[in-house]
């Protein structure tokens, strides 16, 4: 990698920003743990790099790295996938580091990040999302008390650009790759996870053939880590994401036909039982994942189509994702709808 300042090459270009340093912040863990570790109250010192994919992200990304920052990252890299506006500029102007690459797509800027960074913990934030202090502290706890941990993530709050909000539903069960794979899709977002570095390095470049393809490969990185070690969550709020940028908001179909060949492989890879979708009931869940798109804004006459196409292609499923609704607001009511 080269380290000076020019136009895009073959390999990544690495823009060493001195704004900030590299322990710009320190983060004050305060964990509950086991004996011979330390006990809530003391102070634990647990150094962690955000890493931003960005592509075309000149109007978001300050937000980004400024929230980064605001959470006690040490350190912010900023991975410029090829963008042809001005990302890398105002990037450079605060981020810790700026890699400008040619555009390979945001998996690959991923990687390149996690490569980059050195210290034990790792967030992956999408240049379009915020990350909330509670929350991350809160993930870095359960990594600094749980050293098997691999990975540690809290709630997910997603908004429109209209501002209207909702909040994610939370995973009733232990995340396992066995779930992963019965399911078909990440408990939230991968921006909410705080990474242990080394777990991510083994799922992203070592261990079993993966298939890393163009959609859905978070949630891949997501299997792939629970077969390093467990995945541990909470109730605080870790992720403010838009719920108008993400891929498989734009593309469900393809974001759902890549998490089936996913979950095939592995099935195959680990002999564990992975019962495929029709196509209908692909088609069904893309439908779903649409309407879940705009419900934010309402229940409007296009939300009510949309789920009415996905009860003809998949009857059982909708009446499944309804039942669950149904239990969740009982649960959050007393027992009352």
Known sequence: MSATRGSLSAGPTMICCGLRPKRAQQSSVHIDAPDGEPERGESLITEFTVVIPAYNSA????????????VGANQVIVVDDGSSDDTSQKAG????????QDNAGAAEARRVGVKACTTEFVVMLDADDRLLPDGVQRSLEMLSSQRLATAAFGVTVGVTARGTEKNFRQWDQEITTQALLKVGYSPCPPSAFVWRRAALMEAMFAGPPAVW?????DYEVLIRVSMV?????HTETSLVYSLDGGKSMKEPINSLIASESIRRHYGSLLSLPVKTRTDRQLKSRATIRVAQSIAPNGFTGTWITLVVKSFVL???FV?????KALMLRMKQHGGRL
């Open 93 to 100: 102007k605060i981020a810790s580091l700026v890699i400008r």
């Open 229 to 233: 070690g467990p995945i541990v969550s």
């Open 319 to 323: 009446m499944q994702m309804i039942s």
């Open 59 to 70: 109007g978001t990304i300050n937000r980004a790295v400024e929230s980064a920052f605001a």
């Open 314 to 316: 998949d009857p059982g």
């Open 213 to 217: 393809p163009k959609f859905a490969e």
